[in-house]
Nanobody, 121 residues
Framework: QVQLVESGGGLVQPGGSLRLSCAAS???????????MGWYRQVPGKQRELVAG???????NYADSVKGRFTISRDNAKNTASLQMNSLKPEDTAVYYC????????????WGQGTQVTVSS
């Protein structure tokens, strides 16, 4: 059974920090390496957007709105990814989703259930 389990969301004041974690479990991940792990976010009425992504080789990309504030990392051996979020702003408030994707050979695209991040005083 494939699962992506996120943790670490919550309520934080503007300027504060949170760390989100994602753990991918399932035999498919042991057999076929995750090419891309990413964090997306979505607010009501808007499309889900990519916040940060990281390849299996460690190449990262970030949305312009979070560059310099957020850092994504992953552990390929454990199939985990984390998102360190600093200097949080109210506009970062959203449901954050973890994504694990493979685009070659045995392709797959899995999502977590989402974790709420609220930045408010």
């Amino acid at each position: 059974q494939v699962q992506l389990v996120e943790s670490g969301g919550g309520l934080v004041q503007p300027g504060g920090s949170l760390r989100l974690s994602c753990a991918a479990s399932g035999s498919i991940f042991s057999s076929y390496r995750i090419d891309f792990m990413g964090w997306y976010r979505q607010v009501p009425g808007k499309q889900r957007e990519l916040v940060a992504g990281i390849s299996s080789g460690g190449r990262t990309n970030y949305a312009d709105s979070v560059k310099g504030r957020f850092t994504i990392s992953r552990d390929n051996a454990k199939n985990t990814a984390s998102l360190q979020m600093n200097s949080l702003k109210p506009e970062d408030t959203a449901v954050y989703y973890c994504n694990a994707r493979r685009d070659t050979l045995v392709a797959y695209d899995y999502w977590g259930q989402g974790t709420q991040v609220t930045v408010s005083s």
